[in-house]
């Protein structure tokens, strides 16, 4: 058994003993390493799910994720030992339809109004990971819903880069995400990545035209070509001040993402800025103001080529309600 759990997990049901002294007697009495490698998430505490799921079940799970062989005799003589009650005796506790829930929907969610601890929840998820990514891919894929190249974008891009690429609906894909436990992009993404052929040939208006999404996200793509001439990325670094044919960024973008492309300070670029004269960049031009409450903030953004979030902000801050279809009827 103790290849299946931390010291950690060890010293939490163990008396008088801290996880330092797990690991000396660990090693003093030849019991073999921590086996379990989880990958960017918390090893699996599976002593929490006694009780809450059938001893043999537990047994089964174990064994297969640690490719041990413990018996449920031996689980049954845990759960005594700690002083916790049986599946049978137990209420409230992992139900099969509980269990059908995990990997669809997230463990805070399931936990609500059945008085089942995330902690537990999260332990049952982690212990059948693997069963559930495998199963819920072969079952979409089966349905025809996820294509294997759509799975692959999962790490990638973001939910709505998704749902804008395959058509499924951001719901869905939040699931999916969340079924086979795959972290979204740790970079900042594109609404729409392109070609140095199309930056080359195509205004930032006509891209935003062809395939949505706001303009600051062309002009970042521009920037960034721009920036691949190192001898221009050295003179960026020794004047700490963009050259003359790159100013025109300085109101493109929000000066925080302008600042951490060029990486210069954003009090370097706001004095070269203010020095040249130029108008700051508005995230939200005043002429479009008209629009809010009047169609859909994803409809105002498409108009005034900029993200959702800054019409919703904008529409917030002006304390007016959001659109509905009601008010045309």
Known sequence: MASTLSNAHLASVLPDLSASKVATLRARFGFPEFADKPRGAPAVNWLALLGQIEDEVLTRLVNVR????????????????????????????????????????????IAKGRGISVKVIEAYRSLVAADIATA??????????????????LPHQTNAQIARAT???????????????????????????????????????????????PLADFAAQRLVKALEDKAVAKEISRSKQLPDHLTHFLNQMPLRRLAKLV????????RQRDTLGIEPYNPFPVQ??????????????????????????????LRMPSYSARQDS
């Open 167 to 213: 058509g499924i609906d951001a719901r869905e894909v939040r699931a999916m995400r969340n079924t086979l436990r795959i972290a979204g992009p740790s970079t900042r993404t594109y609404w729409k990545l392109v070609s140095n052929e199309e930056l080359a040939l195509t205004s930032d208006e006509q891209l935003c035209a062809l395939y949505g999404g």
């Open 288 to 317: 479009f103001e008209s629009l809010l409450s009047t169609r859909t903030d994803s409809e105002v953004a498409g108009i005034a080529r900029i993200p959702v979030s800054t019409v919703r902000y904008r529409r917030n801050k």
């Open 263 to 270: 990486a210069l300070s954003e009090f370097h670029l706001k």
């Open 136 to 153: 819920a891919t072969m079952q979409a894929q089966a349905d025809g819903i996820w294509k294997p190249e759509w799975i692959e974008l």
């Open 66 to 109: 640690y490719a041990t062989s413990i018996t449920t005799h031996l689980i049954t003589a845990i759960r005594n030992d700690l002083g916790i009650s049986s599946y049978s005796a137990r209420k409230p506790k992992l139900q099969p339809r509980i269990r059908d829930m995990v990997g669809r929907y997230t463990a805070r969610n």
